[in-house]
């Protein structure tokens, strides 16, 4: 059975940092592409950073470019989400996903629909 599980989600001022984990099971991510997605009540699922399943091609949503980092640890089979200078607007629930690597285009590995199984989602509170 495969799960994914997000942690690290809290509370934090505007401009401070948090980073998230998504440990799998069940799963080798090694051999998946990972992604990281957000969402706020009732709005679509966002694409915030996707890494492909060697780590050779990283993508970003503009809005977060040079604030977020996304890592993948093979080793112990997690995938992280490195946020930094948080804004209010971020707050919300951050999901982990993985996607089965028949592409590696930012395209393809933007795209909600196009990943397998989900987390729970791990909430992130910016304090202005």
Do not use: H
């Not at 799963?27 to 915030?48: D, L």
């Not at 993508?59 to 980092?69: E, I, M, Q």
């Amino acid at each position: 059975q495969v799960q994914l599980v997000e942690s690290g989600g809290g509370l934090v001022q505007a401009g401070g940092s948090l980073r998230l984990s998504c440990a799998a099971s069940g799963r080798t991510i090694s051999t998946y592409n990972m992604g990281w997605f957000r969402q706020a009540p009732g709005t679509e699922r966002e694409f915030v950073a996707a890494i492909s399943w060697s780590g050779g091609n990283i993508y970003y949503a503009d809005s977060v470019k040079g604030l977020f980092t996304i890592s993948k640890d093979n080793a112990n089979n997690t995938v992280s989400l490195q946020m930094s200078s948080l804004k209010p607007e971020d707050t919300v629930v951050y999901y982990c996903a993985d996607q089965r690597t028949v592409g590696i285009s930012r395209g393809f590995m933007s795209t909600a629909g196009a990943y397998g199984y989900w987390g729970q989602g791990t909430t992130v509170t910016v304090s202005s």
